[in-house]
């Protein structure tokens, strides 16, 4: 199956400066790639994904990156404020089936 | 609103007794999934269900048991055959292939 790995595992940055996270994925084949922001105590909320057919997208200050041939994707956040801070988990589909697989999370705090 | 509704937020039992975590969903989506979620581990899938009255086990099946009556609703119970049932279990819908997954607010279990 499915193998996602996610780095770093904590971020600390201060505020206004970028934060990347970075996932490589194990199926060639999967070809959605989701990230989600999950603040303390709330369950997980998606703020951007990718298709395989797209290299990169951008919604205001968050963007993801894939590199297929690489098989990694990369969530950049720039002009971080202090309400960036949470968890960010990255994932990715498997072509057959329904299932998304989950990278371990990352603890992103944006100091003032 | 639409939403996925999970109750009740917070669960505490007796080790030896089953409970049953509901999920409900009002976004008419055909698809229904249960994760559990642990300091460090990400989320792993427990049970998915793609249509009423039929699910799959996920990575971490044992000791969980699910139901998939009605579209709207995907109950969890969690066994005494768990051996480690203590976490946060969150559940989610999507309406299926690629479309994105909405997940509940949680239900934090501890059983003692």
């Known amino acids: 199956g499915e193998n996602v790995e996610q780095h770093p595992s904590t971020l600390s940055v201060q505020e206004g400066d970028s934060a990347v996270i970075k996932c490589t994925y194990s199926?060639?084949?999967?070809?959605?790639f989701p990230w989600y922001k999950q603040e303390l105590g709330k369950g997980p909320q998606l703020i951007i994904d990718i298709r395989s057919n797209v290299g990169e997208k951008k919604d205001q200050r968050i963007a993801v990156t894939l590199n297929k041939t690489a098989k990694h994707f990369s969530l950049h956040i720039t002009e971080t404020q202090p309400e960036d801070s949470a968890v960010y988990f990255c994932a990715a589909k498997e072509t057959s089936g329904s299932r998304l697989t989950f990278g371990e999370g990352t603890q992103l705090t944006v100091n003032p | 609103d639409g939403g996925i509704t999970q109750s009740p937020k917070y669960l505490f039992r007796k080790e030896g007794q089953n409970v049953t975590l509901s999920c409900e969903q009002n976004l008419n989506h055909d698809a229904m999934y249960w994760y559990r979620q642990d300091p460090g581990q990400g989320l792993r899938l427990i049970y998915y269900s793609q249509i009423v009255n039929d699910f799959q086990k996920g990575d971490i099946a044992e000791g969980y048991s699910v139901s998939r009556e009605k579209k709207e609703s995907f109950p969890l119970t969690v066994t005494s055959a768990q051996k480690n049932p203590t976490a946060f279990y969150l559940c989610a819908s999507r309406t299926g292939g690629g479309s994105p997954l909405h997940f509940g607010n949680g239900t934090r279990l501890t059983v003692t």
């Open positions: 199926d060639s084949a999967s070809n959605y």
